[in-house]
């Protein structure tokens, strides 16, 4: 099985632009989920889309958004870009049963 | 809520040595525990989990965990390092409960392997 697919794996973006980035999970995974990763607040969770509907929310702007299309593949969109937006973006998916997930290489952001 | 703390955000151990990470957690409900590593500008990979049945548990790598749920613990293990061993990893919890994907991380420990 071909493993969970990010892209692109590299951006640069200036503050104030919006970008999209696009998450392929493991075929027959329905959950996707997404993480932001910084040095300073390590790993959270921003949200996770099951079936095309978001289930869980974590603790960000309305900025962050995303959506998941019929066959699973999901995006994330960040709009109006801050300096503190960049990060290493990890995608995950899973079976949607809550037992492990698995993650895609990332897409590193870079906001200047 | 939960939260995950890993003590010690640098762990530096001689090849062949024994390797002990350190998880505890705060969970309200019983957790899903797991243990993720990750090399440098790569993702997440799972090396281990604890959902229900057997406290210890063993994953790749020669890693194994055993979950302490009167220490709210769940170290990881290595009976003798190997120079590949060499990368971050980081504890994370869940809740017991189907539709709940969300995972906490702790923040990492920096595993140097020294020859």
């Known amino acids: 099985k071909a493993g969970v697919t990010q892209t692109p794996r590299y951006l640069i973006k200036t503050r104030g632009q919006q970008v999209t980035l696009s998450c392929s999970p493991i075929?027959?995974?329905?959950?996707v989920s997404w993480y932001q990763q910084t040095p300073g607040q390590g790993l959270q969770f921003l949200f996770e889309?099951?079936?095309?509907?978001?289930?869980n929310k974590g603790n960000f702007p309305g900025r962050f958004s995303g959506r998941q299309f019929s066959n699973s593949r999901s995006e994330m969109n960040v709009s109006t870009l801050e300096l503190g937006d960049s990060a290493l973006y990890l995608c995950?998916?899973?079976?949607?049963?809550?037992?492990?997930?698995?993650f895609g290489p990332g897409t590193r952001l870079t906001v200047t | 809520a939960q939260s995950v703390t890993q003590l010690g955000s640098h762990v530096s151990v001689s090849e062949g040595a024994l390797v002990l990470l350190r998880c505890n957690y705060s969970s309200s409900v019983p957790p899903y525990l797991f243990w993720y590593v990750q090399y440098p500008n790569q993702g997440l990979q799972l090396l281990l989990k604890?959902?229900?049945?057997?406290?210890l548990v063993k994953g790749i790598n020669g890693f194994e965990a055993e979950f302490k749920k009167s220490e709210t613990s769940f170290h990881l293990t290595k009976p003798s390092a190997h120079m590949s061993d060499a990368a971050e990893y980081f504890c994370a919890v869940s809740e017991v409960n189907f539709g709940n994907e969300k995972l906490t991380f702790g923040t990492g420990t920096r595993l140097t392997i020294i020859p």
């Open positions: 075929s027959g995974h329905r959950s």
């Open positions: 889309y099951f079936s095309e509907t978001q289930r």
């Open positions: 995950a998916s899973s079976s949607g049963t809550g037992e492990e997930q698995y």
């Open positions: 604890y959902t229900t049945g057997a406290t």
